[in-house]
Structures are given as C-alpha cells and as structure tokens.
C-alpha cells in the first residue's frame, strides 16, 4: 500500500464499504464495526489540516491529537493556532496528546499534569478536549492506564485492549495491515492511529525522505523567521531553495 492520501481515503473507504461506521471514542461499542480515526499529530500540522479536509470531503471525523510541548511545531503561533481552529470547524475533534516524559512523579502528578495541559489546550481551540493520547508511552505506562477525570484516555482498556488497534507508527505496517486485522475479519470495534507526515507530500517517498522533507520545511520557516527578526543575519533561503523546488516554502 502506498502511503499517500489517495491511499489513506482507499483504505477507510474500503472498510467504511465492510460495514465499519466511522465512531467517537464515547460511544464506540468493542462487538460493533466501529472504526476511530485517530492522528497523533508528532511532527507536522501542516500534513495534519492537508489529512483533516481529505476526511472532512468524505464526511469522517477524525481525532487530532496535538503535543503543547514539542520541539517541532509551537501550538501558540500563528499557523498552528489557525490550524487547531480549523480542524474544529472542519468537524474533527481536537484532542492532546501528552508527552509523559517530560513530566516527573507518579500517576497522580501525571495526571494532573494532563489535565492542566488538556486546560491549556481547550482555551487555544475553545471547545473541550474530551480524549488524550500518549506520545510514546513507556510500556509501564501503558499498563498504568492513567486516568484523568472527565477525559478518555486513548490508550486506555477500552479503546486500547478491548477493541482492535493498528498504527503506522515509524511510516509502515510493521504488525497488522488495517484490512487484516483479527477485529476487522470478526467485525468487531478498530482504533486505527495514523501519523499524518507520512500520509502527505507524496512527491516523497518513505519515511526518511518525508522526516527530510519536514525537517527542510521547518528549516525554511525558522531561517525567514530569523531573518525577519534580525537584520545582521545572511538568510540560508538560497541554499534551501532546492530543498523547496517541488513544495514552496510552508505557511509558518
Ligand atoms: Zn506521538
């Protein structure tokens, strides 16, 4: 299967076409065909909002999943905030995903922390954030099942064990494909999580040329930015510019 969005809409097409109904977390039911489309958004909003109005043009509702926290994108800038709110009016649901691992103390500092961050998260999109995800979670965490009251832990039991789950994690199908999967054959209730940086800009191919094409990307934002900002700073914009042949330089 190629990843590519063509590919993505392929895919839930076809298990929509087995029966699976498109579901939130609430109300997915383990014996139904109900399917949850979640996105944990690692790297890229843009390849995120570029996913989101692929599913929006079929009418599925997909879970973005956004870290407050991470190195690569600044929920607070200008492109990320619009991002955020137009995934909320494209009638997706914007959830947190949280990043344990920057947190110290145990299951209750955990969980409070998450909250805090769900908080902070719901007055950047105004409206609530009703489910979480952990960002590569450690296997004991994962087993904790960490609870934070009034919010849906995507890696929880329900959604996590007692339901079929398939990820694209590290851009590919390194256990079940979606279309065989044990819950898919007993039509029973999928959480299917996709990245969306490896699902857009089909022009490259595998997931080191789609890290280099966002690193590049990310790159160009920062180098403008810094150029913007600072006038005795010699931009790298024309030994990026090759980089930048096939895309443009990206919204910031
Ligand atoms: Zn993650």
Redesign the pocket.
Known sequence: MDFTLTAYSELIGSLVRRGYRISGYAETEAAAPHLVLRH???FDLEAALRMAEAESQNGWRGHY?V?LRSVFYNPLSNFARHTLIRLVELGHDVGL?F?AALHLGDAAALSAAAEHECRLLEDLTGHPVEVF????PALALLEQDLEVPGRINAYGSRHFRDIGYCSDSRGAWYHDRPLEHAAVAQQRALQLLT?PIWWCHDDLVGAQAKLEGFLARHQAIVDADLATNCSVYSPLRGRLSELFAVNGLPDK
């Open positions: 944990d958004i690692d999943f870290l995903h990043d995800s952990l960002h590569r990245h």
